[in-house]
């Protein structure tokens, strides 16, 4: 028995874990670990007073506003829309299904700026969308909202489904057998197998549209202190050659994001954690 352990681990079609390991950790270092110390790096260059000018002046603290707030509220509608969507593809079957099920993943697939002209062109006042409606979208806040919203979606459907098509239709059977109704079966057996996919469709649509620009820059009209985004910022700071206020705004973006989205992480390991109590 031992023997056969041994030859199987010498056999192993992967690299031993050492190796794997090594090989990890350098390519984590290289494309994750030394871009962003090098911003650090850049940032720690200016005294307190300098970053602290830079990073809270008011045009500045305007765009981390609209930023994070439109990050939040797309994740937050994705997360609800992207459930009916994949429960949808995955529990019913209609005329051009593939179809409907190919188009979510459109957004991964197309340049973010043909996405945000295009967005543009529909929701400005002349376009097909945009002329019906009785407020105005392009050029204001609510129109980065509509293009961080239209890039997130394929994260929270794809999360989700595989989940659905795993989750066996016995169960919701089981529920009704015991009594419970269809908001029963679905808030206290369905929802809280799907929530912690659903929690890391939400975070991987909130942490992609904090750093969305392509899309958002033609819809959004970039007026200071109204519809201005930060990543917006950071390259008008690149433009001026004003390399440490570029990467002290990004630090602050980068710690909040992660702030947020460690909180998130532990929120769906609780859930995990409860669901297997």
Not at 124 to 153: C, E, R, Y
Not at 182 to 202: C, E, S
């Amino acid at each position: 028995m031992v023997f056969t352990r041994a030859l199987l681990k010498r056999h192993s079609v992967l690299p031993g874990f050492d190796l794997a390991l090594g090989f990890t950790l350098l390519y984590l270092g290289l494309i994750v670990l030394i871009p962003l110390s090098a911003a650090f790096l850049k940032t720690f260059t200016m005294s307190w007073p300098a970053f602290w000018d830079a990073v809270s002046a008011p045009r500045v603290v305007a765009s981390y506003r609209l930023t994070f707030g439109a990050s939040l509220a797309a994740a937050f509608v994705n997360a609800f829309f992207g459930l009916i969507v994949a429960w949808v593809l995955v529990r019913y079957e209609f005329p051009f299904k593939r179809l409907i099920d190919a188009l979510v993943d459109l957004p991964f697939a197309l340049p973010t700026a043909v996405a945000g002209i295009a967005l543009t062109a529909l929701y400005a006042g002349n376009g097909w969308i945009g002329q019906v409606l009785p407020f105005k979208v392009s050029f204001t806040p609510l129109g980065v909202f509509v293009a961080l919203t239209f890039i997130g979606l394929p994260f929270v459907v794809r999360t989700v489904q595989p989940v659905l098509e795993d989750l066996h239709k016995e169960v919701e059977e089981a529920a009704a057998t015991l009594g419970a109704n269809r908001w029963q079966t679905f808030r206290k057996v369905i929802f809280p197998i799907l929530t912690p996919a659903l929690l890391t469709g939400f975070a991987l649509a909130f942490a992609r549209a904090l750093g969305e620009y392509g899309s958002v820059i033609f819809i959004a009209g970039n007026m200071p202190m109204v519809s201005e985004i930060t990543p917006l910022l950071i390259i008008t700071k690149l433009e001026q050659y004003d390399y440490p206020g570029a990467t002290a705004i990004a630090c602050v973006m980068l710690v909040a994001a992660f702030a947020l989205l460690l909180a998130i992480n532990g929120l769906q390991a609780w859930t995990r954690a409860r669901q297997g109590r």
